[in-house]
């Protein structure tokens, strides 16, 4: 958590503009009332640094007034660069959750891009919805609440558990998530769990990780076997399945390794979290991760409502 303030608070009546600082603005659920960027969706209030805007004016030669970039709220003392998606900004009462980083360049229709040729704005400004609203005013505090991505994942095995042998699996697993996201904006929490492959123990865990986390990813029990009970217990919890994530795994590795369609790996929500059940083997962990990695982040995007494609 950390503390900046307001440089500008700004509005302007048509998009495509620049924006006019303002002595003070409400915020509502629809964004700044009176601006022409406010509305039902996901862009409705932009931040903008004015350490960026300071850094694009020593390259282009001029300077640059707070809402020039069409940003609403211009910022001082914020590492905006580092802001990831779901990290959140209070002003007083208001709060604002980052929705997008970045946008596409209106090109001809931004009024920097004609007088410059290029724009700070579609790779350092950040997109917000609002979550509560109120009045803000320039030189105000404003408070960035960093979002961690809490991921966990479960070894489901009677010997592992027991420390008959070492758990490859689950770390494997966590090796492969941390990989993933070293170079996303994403701050990574993962931790580990060994669980016998008792059904209770397992309902109870994730009962009560569900709705810490966002990710559970959990190893072995998804075979034939008597004690494979990992993927019937997610199914009795879930709220929707993902059908198409295993469908495709299955077809694609069964080729060449037909015990492959034997497998009943399940992916599905629990309220917001996603869960992913893998078989044990380290093998299956790496194919399987490698599909389910390609649509993660868009998954996590969409289940929070920011499907924006």
């Given at each position: 958590m ?11 009546q048509?998009?495509?503009t620049s924006?006019?600082?303002?002595e003070?603005a ?6 700044l009332?009176?601006?022409a ?7 409705q209030?932009?931040l ?7 850094r ?7 300077s640059?007034a ?6 609403n ?17 209070t002003?007083g009462?208001?709060e ?7 946008k596409?360049c209106?090109?001809?229709?931004c ?6 040729g290029?724009?700070v ?23 960035h609440v960093?979002?961690?991505?809490r991921?966990?994942?479960v070894?489901?095995s009677?010997?592992a ?9 689950g ?7 941390r990989e ?5 904006r ?10 016998p492959?008792?059904?209770?123990r ?8 569900a709705?810490?986390?966002d ?19 997610v ?6 399945l ?6 495709v795994i ?7 390794h ?5 497998s009943?790996?399940v ?7 996603l ?9 299956a ?6 599909e ?6 868009h998954?996590?995007?969409?289940v929070?409502g920011?499907?924006t494609?």
């Open positions: 950390t503390e900046g303030r307001l440089v500008a608070v700004n509005v302007s048509r998009t495509g924006k006019t600082p303002v003070r409400l915020i509502d659920a629809r964004g009332v009176g601006d960027h406010a509305g039902p969706w996901h862009r209030v932009s903008l640094a004015q350490e960026s805007i300071e694009f004016a020593a390259t282009a030669g001029r640059f707070p809402g020039e970039f069409a940003e709220l211009t910022t001082r003392g914020l590492d905006l660069a580092g802001a990831s998606l779901l990290d959140r900004f002003i009462a208001v604002l959750e980052v929705t997008q980083i970045g596409r209106h090109g001809d229709g009024a920097i891009f004609q007088a410059v290029r724009c704005m579609p790779k350092e400004g950040l997109f917000c919805r609002v979550l509560s609203g109120g009045e803000v005013r320039p030189n105000e505090p404003i408070v960093e979002r961690w991505l991921c966990l994942v070894t489901l009677d010997r558990s027991r420390g008959d042998y070492e758990d490859l699996s770390p494997c697993a966590e090796k492969r998530l993933h996201f070293t170079d996303t994403w701050r990574l929490d993962v931790r580990r769990d060994v669980l492959d008792d059904a209770d397992l309902r109870a865990l994730l009962l009560d990780a709705p810490q986390h990710v559970i990813v959990t190893t072995g029990g998804t075979g034939l076997g008597p004690r494979d009970v990992t993927p019937d217990v199914l009795g919890l879930a709220d929707r993902v059908p198409g994530v295993m469908e299955r077809v694609k590795f069964s080729a060449a037909p015990g492959a369609l034997l009943r790996s992916a599905a929500l629990m309220g917001q979290t869960v992913y059940t893998l078989p044990g083997s380290v093998r962990v790496e194919e399987y991760l490698g389910i990695l390609l649509t993660l982040e998954a996590i995007r969409m929070h920011l499907d494609h």
